[in-house]
């Protein structure tokens, strides 16, 4: 069975400081992991996603996310927080080549000081 | 492209009403996706479609809720009748391909439903 645990409901951090939003999955399969951003009133957009290529993956706004197997884990980082990253960020697990097998974690708030 | 449009985007009806949700993807994406999101129970895939034809509805909450997608540029989903636990917002998404090797969801901005 896939599942997906997002380990904070919610994050705050001084601007300027490092992100660490934590995500592991659960999956009998491969899985497509991907992590979205969803702004207050606005839909979900993707940041960056993993599909079996590389374990480092870098997405867009300054975001990476590393996948550890061993550790079943995905999680997204950022080296300096700005202003505008405070948001809702969500970790997808996707079963491959099954779309209707995908799950989304329950969100972390990220909320930045200045 | 003007990207995943939903509308309208805020919607408040009164309890018993019908209530019609539109959603139009992005051309020549032959996925679309209805989710809801709620404080309690996160964001839901509710439904999806792959070139029109419902694919899996296993997320549909009751049969209160019915989707269709009359052709490849329009989608709706209808709650006759509403209550007010129906109240969140519901996203349409759409992709080309599914969700196999990574490929992106887009995303409307939502609808907010609020049901008196």
């Known amino acids: 069975a896939q599942s997906v645990t997002q380990l904070d409901s919610h994050v705050s951090v001084s601007e300027g400081t490092p992100v660490l939003l934590r995500c592991n999955y659960s999956?009998?399969?491969?899985?497509?992991l991907f992590w979205y951003v969803q702004h207050p009133n606005k839909g979900l957009q993707l940041l960056l996603k993993y599909t079996s290529a590389a374990t480092l993956v870098k997405g867009i706004n300054g975001f990476e996310a590393e996948f550890k197997k061993s550790e079943t884990s995905f999680h997204l980082t950022k080296p300096s927080a700005h202003m505008s990253d405070a948001a809702e960020y969500f970790c997808v697990v996707s079963l491959y080549s099954s779309a209707s097998k995908i799950i989304f974690g329950s969100g972390t708030r990220l909320s930045i000081r200045p | 492209d003007a990207g995943v449009i939903q509308s309208p985007r805020h919607e408040v009806t009164e309890m018993g009403q019908e209530v019609t949700l539109r959603c139009k993807p992005i051309s020549g994406h032959d996925y679309l996706f209805w989710y809801r999101q709620t404080m309690m129970r996160g964001l839901e895939l509710l439904i999806y479609?792959?070139?029109?034809?419902?694919?899996?509805d296993s997320g549909m909450p009751e049969d209160r809720f019915s989707a269709k997608m009359p052709n490849a540029s329009f989608s709706t989903l209808k709650i006759q009748p509403s209550e007010p636990r129906d109240s969140a917002v519901y996203f349409c998404?759409?992709?080309?391909?599914?969700?196999?090797?990574?490929?992106?969801?887009?995303f409307g901005p939502g609808t907010r439903l609020t049901v008196l």
């Open positions: 998404a759409s992709t080309f391909g599914g969700m196999a090797v990574g490929n992106e969801q887009f």
């Open positions: 999956s009998s399969y491969s899985p497509s």
């Open positions: 479609f792959n070139n029109n034809v419902p694919i899996d």
